[in-house]
C-alpha cells in the first residue's frame, strides 16, 4: 500500500463531489508522521491500545495501518451496539431463574414442574420472546435499509424496554406477559440482525473480526449478569420483587442501546449508499480521526465508493422476489444457503439454548438441591462461558479456522452430552442422598460443554454465514441465517419444559 497520490479521479456516483487520488507505491501506508502536524497525533492511551492489539490480533494491516483509527471511538460504538446481543444474553439468563422462584411459581399457576400443563405453561411464558425474535429478524432486513442502521437499533431498544416494562407490570396477568416478551423478543431479534452489520461497516479492516465477535461475548456477558442477579435476588429480596427485580433490571442493556446509539452516527456506508457523501465523509474522518489528507482515509473512503459501485452493478434492479430466485435456483448459491441453515440449526441444537435458559432446572436435575444452589451453579456456568469466549475471541478466532473450531467444539460438545444423558439415564441422582462422585463429574461437564462451545459453534457459525455467500446476497443470507436461529431456538425453549416431563427419568431416556 502506497500514499494515495497523483492523478485525481471522480467517481461514477453522481452525488459524489469529492475527488480521490490514484495510488501510487512510494511509503508504507503506516507511515504517517508528516500528518501529525494536522491534529491528528495519537494520544498516550492509543499508542498503548494499539500496542495491546497486536499482540492480539496477527495480520498485515495492524502492522501498516496508523494508530490513531484504534482510538476510543470505535470500541465506543461497537460496544454500544452490541448492547443489543446482551439483550438477549440477559434475558434467557432472567427467564430461566425466574421460573424456578416460588413466588413466580405461585403468582402464575406453574405448579409441579413434572406436571405437563404445568410444564407446558412455562414452555409458552419462555419461547414467546423466541417467537418475536424470529419476527423481528426478518423485519430487519428491509427495515436496515429504509431507516438505516442506527435507526434500527434505535427502535429495537424502544421495543424491548417496552416488552421489559410489561414483564415487569404483569403482575400474575400472562396475557401482558406474553405481549411483553413478544414485543421484547422484536426489539432482540432486530439487533441480531442490524447489530454485526453495524460493527462491521464501522470497524477498521484489521480489527473488524474481532469487533463482530464482541456480538457473543456481549450475549454471555448479559447471561452472566442475569444468572447472578436471580441468585442476589433469590437470597435478598421477598415476595414478588424475588422476580419482578430480575425481569425490570433486564431491560437496562436495552436502555443503554437506546442512550449510546443517540450518540453514536450511522454507518459511513450506508450514508455513501444513500448519495450522502459529505455526511459519510464527515462521519468517517471523526470515526479514524484521521485528516481528510491522509493516504488512509482516502484509501478507505475510495474503497468504500467502489465497493457500492461494484454492488451497484451487481445489484442493479434486484427486488426481494428476484434474490429469492438467484438464491434458491443458482446451485452454488442454493449450497451456501442451504449451508447456513444447517449451521445455525444444528447450532441451536447444540443444546446451548436449552442450558442457558433452563440452566436451574437441569442442576437441580443432576442433584444441585435448592433453589439457591441450582442458581450458584448457573452464576459459575455464565462465568465460564464469558472467560471461555473471551479467550477463543482474543487468542484462538483467527488462529484455529472455521472448520477446525466447528470439528473441536463439536466433539468436546457431543462427548459431554452423551456422559450426562447416560448418568442421569442409568444412575440418577436420588432425592435426599448426596452427588456420587459420577454426579460431580456430569456437573463439571455442563461447564466443559459451555467452553467447547464458545471455541466454536458459538461464534464461528456467525463468521461463516457472513462469509459464503456472494456479495449480492450476502445481506438476504445473513437475515436468513438469523431467522433460522431464532426459530430453532425457539423449538428448544418451547420443547424443553415438556421432554424433562415426559421423556424417562428427568427427561432424559
Same mark, same amino acid.
Given at each position: ?12 456516483? /453522481? ?26 497525533? /495519537? ?57 424456578? +422462584? ?56 424502544? #421495543? ?66 442475569? #444468572? ?27 436502555? %443503554? ?29 471523526? +470515526?479514524?480521526? +484521521? ?54 440449526? #444444528? ?19 443432576? !442433584? ?10 448457573? !452464576? ?11 479467550? %477463543? ?51 463439571? #461437564? ?6 467447547? %462451545?464458545?471455541?466454536?459453534? !458459538? ?9 459464503? /455467500? ?19 431456538? %425457539?423449538?428448544?425453549?418451547?420443547? +424443553? /419444559? ?12
Amino acid at each position: 500500500m502506497g500514499f494515495l497520490k497523483g492523478q485525481m479521479v471522480r467517481s461514477r456516483f /453522481p452525488g459524489l463531489r469529492s475527488r480521490f487520488y490514484t495510488t501510487k507505491k512510494t511509503q508504507p501506508l503506516g507511515i504517517h508522521t508528516q500528518f501529525l502536524s494536522s491534529g491528528a497525533s /495519537p494520544s498516550v492511551s492509543t499508542m498503548s491500545g494499539q500496542r495491546l492489539l497486536k499482540k492480539i490480533v496477527k495480520n498485515d494491516a495492524m502492522k501498516t495501518d496508523p494508530k490513531e483509527i484504534y482510538g476510543w471511538r470505535v470500541f465506543l460504538l461497537a460496544c454500544s451496539a452490541c448492547f443489543g446481543a446482551a439483550s438477549f444474553g440477559w434475558d434467557s439468563g432472567v427467564i430461566g431463574g425466574v421460573i424456578k +422462584l416460588d413466588t413466580f411459581i405461585d403468582d402464575y399457576n406453574l405448579g409441579d414442574v413434572d406436571d405437563v400443563a404445568s410444564a407446558n405453561l412455562q414452555a409458552n411464558i419462555v419461547s414467546v420472546l423466541q417467537a418475536g425474535c424470529f419476527v423481528g429478524a426478518l423485519a430487519a432486513y428491509p427495515l436496515a435499509d429504509m431507516l438505516g442502521r442506527k435507526w434500527c437499533l434505535i427502535y429495537a431498544s424502544m #421495543f424491548t424496554l417496552a416488552g421489559v416494562i410489561l414483564q415487569a407490570a404483569a403482575s400474575g396477568h400472562l396475557e401482558p406477559l406474553y405481549i411483553g416478551r413478544f414485543a421484547a423478543g422484536l426489539g432482540v431479534g432486530a439487533s441480531s440482525v442490524v447489530n454485526p452489520i453495524y460493527v462491521a461497516e464501522n470497524a477498521p479492516r484489521a480489527i473488524r473480526g474481532l469487533l463482530t465477535g464482541m456480538y457473543q461475548l456481549f450475549i454471555v456477558t448479559g447471561s452472566l449478569i442475569a #444468572f447472578w442477579t436471580n441468585f442476589g435476588a433469590e437470597l435478598h429480596l421477598h415476595g414478588a420483587t424475588k422476580y419482578i427485580v430480575p425481569l425490570a433490571v433486564q431491560g437496562l442493556p436495552a436502555l %443503554f442501546l437506546f442512550s449510546l446509539m443517540l450518540i453514536c452516527d450511522e454507518s459511513p456506508r450506508y450514508l455513501a449508499r444513500k448519495d450522502r457523501w459529505e455526511e459519510a465523509r464527515t462521519v468517517l474522518r471523526r +470515526l479514524r480521526q +484521521l485528516p481528510d489528507n491522509h493516504p488512509y482515509f482516502q484509501e478507505e473512503f475510495q474503497e468504500i465508493a467502489s465497493q457500492l459501485e461494484q454492488e451497484k452493478r451487481l445489484m442493479g434492479d434486484a427486488t426481494f422476489l428476484s434474490l429469492q430466485k438467484e438464491m434458491w435456483t443458482v446451485k452454488s448459491n442454493r449450497h451456501r444457503a442451504i449451508l447456513s441453515i444447517v449451521l445455525m440449526a #444444528f447450532q441451536q441444537l447444540t443444546g446451548t439454548n436449552a442450558i442457558n435458559v433452563y440452566a436451574p432446572t437441569i442442576f437441580t436435575n443432576l !442433584g444441585i438441591k435448592g433453589t439457591s444452589n441450582s442458581l450458584l451453579g448457573t !452464576g459459575v456456568y455464565g462465568v465460564v462461558k464469558v472467560v471461555s469466549c473471551a479467550v %477463543f475471541l482474543l487468542f484462538m478466532a483467527d488462529s484455529l479456522g472455521r472448520r477446525r473450531s466447528l470439528l473441536a467444539s463439536g466433539i468436546g460438545q457431543s462427548f459431554c452430552m452423551f456422559y450426562i444423558g447416560i448418568y442421569v439415564r442409568v444412575a440418577p441422582p436420588q432425592e435426599g442422598d448426596p452427588v456420587p462422585v459420577a454426579g460431580y463429574f456430569a456437573l463439571a #461437564f455442563i461447564f466443559v460443554f459451555a467452553a467447547f %462451545f464458545q471455541f466454536g459453534w !458459538g461464534p464461528a457459525c456467525w463468521i461463516l454465514v457472513s462469509e459464503i /455467500p456472494t456479495a449480492r446476497l450476502r445481506p438476504l443470507n445473513v437475515a436468513l441465517a438469523a431467522a433460522t436461529q431464532w426459530l430453532f431456538n %425457539f423449538v428448544v425453549a418451547r420443547t +424443553l /419444559p415438556v421432554m424433562l416431563a415426559t421423556l424417562g427419568e428427568g427427561g432424559y431416556g
